[in-house]
């Protein structure tokens, strides 16, 4: 069975910060994966994703996200947190040969002024 | 080019009542796929279809749910007699259908569902 693990319901971070949101997933074989932002009452936003080609992927909004096999991880980090990054943000897991994507529970990210 | 359309963006429904959503899926794209995120919880993958086919629908609940994308005009997800427990906000996505596994799904803004 696929599965995908956010380790953190809420992060916090002060702006200017780094921010690290961590997943985890449970694949039998290589899968796709991919992060999405949802901000407050809006629908849900492309972030980066991995489909083996090179394991560190940049996205929008200056985020990027490290394929670890060895580690079954593909955390989320950007380098200093702006207001703006201040979301709900969903790790998704795409088995193998497979079209139904597995959402992980969600990381609700604060940033401080 | 506009992306994934929903509505109505806000839908309030007494006990009982049905509830029908809408998607308009990209231009160009001949998949939609349905979920449902309830309050404090993750996304759920509900149904998954093509043009007049449903592929996958293992995530619909057994009764009152059902979902259609006909040949012409958008996706409906349909909830008849509605409960309480269908409150909760569905998003519709929609990819190209190229038959490639790692395509990119393309979500809309939701539907938000108020049940009184």
């Known amino acids: 069975a696929q599965s995908v693990t956010q380790l953190d319901s809420h992060v916090s971070v002060s702006e200017g910060t780094p921010v690290l949101l961590r997943c985890n997933y449970s694949s039998s074989y290589s899968p796709s994966l991919f992060w999405y932002v949802q901000h407050p009452n809006k629908g849900l936003q492309l972030l980066l994703k991995y489909t083996s080609a090179a394991t560190l992927v940049k996205g929008i909004n200056g985020f990027e996200a490290e394929f670890k096999k060895s580690e079954t991880s593909f955390h989320l980090t950007k380098p200093s947190a702006h207001m703006s990054d201040a979301a709900e943000y969903f790790c998704?897991?795409?088995?193998?040969?497979?079209?139904?994507?597995?959402f992980g529970a969600g990381t609700r990210l604060t940033v401080k002024p | 080019n506009a992306g994934v359309m929903q509505n109505p963006r806000h839908l309030v429904r007494r006990r009982g009542q049905e509830a029908r959503l809408r998607c308009s899926p990209m231009k160009g794209h001949s998949h939609v796929y349905w979920y449902r995120q309830l309050p404090e919880e993750g996304l759920k993958f509900m149904v998954y279809?093509?043009?007049?086919?449903?592929?996958?629908e293992s995530g619909m609940p057994k009764e009152r749910f059902s979902a259609e994308f006909p040949k012409e005009g958008p996706s409906i997800l349909r909830i008849q007699q509605v409960v309480r427990g269908d409150s909760a906000a569905y998003f519709c996505a929609s990819s190209p259908g190229q038959g490639k596994v790692e395509e990119t799904q393309y979500f809309g803004p939701g539907t938000r569902l108020l049940v009184l």
């Open positions: 998704v897991v795409i088995p193998y040969n497979n079209n139904d994507m597995r």
């Open positions: 279809l093509q043009k007049e086919n449903i592929i996958d």
